[in-house]
């Protein structure tokens, strides 16, 4: 479960997320689609404690980040926009890191193997990460992020530079989190997999939610009768998309 209850961040005079109020319950995935430039990434920053609101309350499975943050932090895992990963060190080597340093059940170390197997990248877990390609390093984040076993999955674009095949790996594994009662946070650009994967979407431009609810409700709020495409550019139209 995620809430947010009025969240306003502001960058001086920007308010790059302005009243925010969101309500998603465990077993949805969520599409969060707006703009370059509309919030989405600051908005995962403050659900997971790396931005501090200037306004406004957050929670997460019940827990209130200003006073629980680190209860929010064993719960959330996150893909963050910009993802971090030690060079030095192997695909293998990472995995068994998070294992040692979330305290994970020495058990997990079989799924490490699994993980691996799973993205394909056990023929690559003994090379160093820094000659993986982007799509392999992807990959090694989602499973060191599922290693984990969150509650409440966070993801900032989780789906640029993957193959088709692991891209459709993922799909099912979101599918799988949120039939598990999991929420499933999802930024994206691709408007695509948001209409095929996404229960609800919310639509943010220049901070504010201008959209909310399932596609069929935001076809019927932006008055087209066409795809998510049609339905994104009609109601962020006045930042000059194609018509
Ligand atoms: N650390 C920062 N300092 C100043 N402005 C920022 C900072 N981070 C983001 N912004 C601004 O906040 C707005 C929202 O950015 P962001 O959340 O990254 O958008 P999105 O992820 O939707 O593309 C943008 O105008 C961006 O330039
Ligand atoms: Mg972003």
């Given at each position: 479960?995620?809430?947010?209850?009025?969240?306003?961040?502001?960058?001086?005079?920007?308010?790059?997320?302005?009243?925010?109020?969101?309500?998603?319950?465990?077993?949805?995935?969520?599409?969060?689609?707006?703009?370059?430039?509309?919030?989405?990434?600051?908005?995962?920053?403050?659900?997971?404690?790396?931005?501090?609101?200037?306004?406004?309350?957050?929670?997460?499975?019940?827990?209130?980040?200003?006073?629980?943050?680190?209860?929010?932090?064993?719960?959330?895992?996150?893909?963050?926009?910009?993802?971090?990963?030690?060079?030095?060190?192997?695909?293998?080597?990472?995995?068994?890191?998070?294992?040692?340093?979330?305290?994970?059940?020495?058990?997990?170390?079989?799924?490490?193997?699994?993980?691996?197997?799973?993205?394909?990248?056990?023929?690559?877990?003994?090379?160093?990460?820094?000659?993986?390609?982007?799509?392999?390093?992807?990959?090694?984040?989602?499973?060191?992020?599922?290693?984990?076993?969150?509650?409440?999955?966070?993801?900032?674009?989780?789906?640029?530079?993957?193959?088709?095949?692991?891209?459709?790996?993922?799909?099912?594994?979101?599918?799988?989190?949120?039939?598990?009662?999991?929420?499933?946070?999802?930024?994206?650009?691709?408007?695509?997999?948001?209409?095929?994967?996404?229960h609800r979407i919310g639509?943010?431009?220049?901070?504010?939610?201008?959209a909310l609810g399932t596609i069929e409700q935001l076809r019927r709020q932006a008055?087209?009768?066409?795809?998510?495409?049609?339905i994104?550019?009609?109601?962020?139209?006045?930042?000059?998309?194609?018509?």
């Amino acid at each position: 479960m995620i809430k947010t209850i009025n969240l306003t961040k502001k960058f001086g005079s920007l308010v790059a997320v302005d009243n925010l109020n969101l309500e998603i319950p465990g077993g949805e995935i969520f599409g969060f689609l707006g703009p370059n430039g509309a919030g989405k990434t600051t908005t995962v920053k403050l659900l997971t404690g790396l931005l501090k609101p200037d306004s406004g309350k957050m929670f997460i499975n019940g827990y209130d980040l200003e006073k629980d943050i680190l209860k929010v932090k064993e719960t959330v895992g996150l893909l963050p926009e910009h993802p971090f990963l030690y060079p030095k060190l192997t695909g293998k080597e990472y995995l068994f890191f998070l294992v040692h340093l979330y305290q994970l059940d020495l058990l997990v170390n079989k799924r490490v193997l699994d993980l691996l197997e799973m993205f394909r990248l056990s023929d690559f877990s003994d090379e160093l990460i820094e000659t993986y390609s982007l799509g392999m390093r992807q990959k090694l984040i989602l499973a060191g992020i599922i290693l984990r076993e969150p509650k409440v999955l966070l993801l900032d674009e989780p789906l640029v530079g993957l193959d088709p095949q692991t891209a459709k790996l993922v799909k099912e594994i979101f599918l799988k989190f949120a039939a598990q009662g999991k929420t499933v946070f999802l930024c994206t650009h691709i408007l695509e997999i948001a209409e095929k994967l996404c229960h609800r979407i919310g639509i943010i431009q220049q901070g504010k939610l201008i959209a909310l609810g399932t596609i069929e409700q935001l076809r019927r709020q932006a008055e087209v009768d066409g795809n998510l495409e049609d339905i994104f550019f009609r109601l962020t139209e006045k930042d000059n998309y194609p018509k």
